[in-house]
Antibody
Framework: EVQLVESGGGLVQPGGSLRLSCAAS????????MNWARQAPGKGLEWISY????????YYAPSVKGRFTISRDNGENSLHLQMNSLRAEDTAVYYC??????????WGQGTLVTVSS | QSALTQPPSASGSPGQSVTISCTGT?????????VSWYQQYPGKAPKLIIY???KRPSGVPDRFSGSKSGNTASLTVSGLQAEDEADYYC???????????FGGGSKLTVL
């Protein structure tokens, strides 16, 4: 059974940093691209970053480019998102999601990030 | 403002059919057959129900179907059931600067 479990969310002050992790199991992790997406409270979904299976292809949404860094550890079956220079508008539930046929077929339960003073 | 445009709401009675539209541009929906649809219940993670415009993942009822014409994609839910009441989001491959773009979501109400 495919499982994705996010962790690392919490309350952080504006300008601060946070590192999210996603533990993957139930599939061959290195064979799949992975994504981070987020959902602000009461709002829609927003894709924010993608990393290829071997870690070489990396893309960011314009809203986070230059502030967030995606990475993965195929030996540990884990995905990470380093978030720096956080802003109030980054407040959201952050999801990791497995890439599949130009879509995302499995999503974690999400971790809440709140940026507030 | 979301990149793809969806109606905020849709509704239908049990047994009826309802269609939700998703309008993009010639750079995303119109350029690729990579439109997907997600179902999301309150407080839960999104679930993939349609990928590559028309394909259904294993386990998704065939009451859910997708289509596309030009820059507009559509999700049709036939034989509406109470359990179909949820938020629905469309998504499309965009470009190298914004790999995936989502719609703002449509809340489906089963009357």
């Amino acid at each position: 059974e495919v499982q994705l479990v996010e962790s690392g969310g919490g309350l952080v002050q504006p300008g601060g940093s946070l590192r999210l992790s996603c533990a993957a199991s139930g599939f061959t992790f290195r064979n799949h691209g992975m994504n981070w997406a987020r959902q602000a409270p009461g709002k829609g979904l927003e894709w924010i970053s993608y990393i290829g299976g071997d870690g070489r292809a990396i893309y960011y949404a314009p809203s986070v480019k230059g502030r967030f860094t995606i990475s993965r550890d195929n030996g540990e079956n884990s995905l990470h998102l380093q978030m720096n220079s956080l802003r109030a508008e980054d407040t959201a539930v952050y999801y990791c999601a497995r890439d599949f046929r130009w879509s995302q077929d499995y999503w974690g339960q999400g971790t809440l990030v709140t940026v507030s003073s | 403002q979301s990149a793809l445009t969806q109606p905020p709401s849709a509704s239908g009675s049990p047994g009826q059919s309802v269609t939700i539209s998703c309008t993009g541009t010639s750079n995303d929906v119109g350029a690729y057959n990579y439109v997907s649809w997600y179902q999301q219940y309150p407080g839960k993670a999104p679930k993939l129900i349609i990928y590559e415009v028309t394909k259904r993942p294993s386990g998704v009822p065939d009451r859910f179907s997708g289509s596309k014409s030009g820059n507009t994609a559509s999700l049709t839910v036939s034989g509406l059931q109470a359990e179909d009441e949820a938020d629905y989001y469309c998504s499309s491959y965009g470009d190298i600067n914004n790999r995936w773009v989502f719609g703002g979501g449509s809340k489906l109400t089963v009357l």
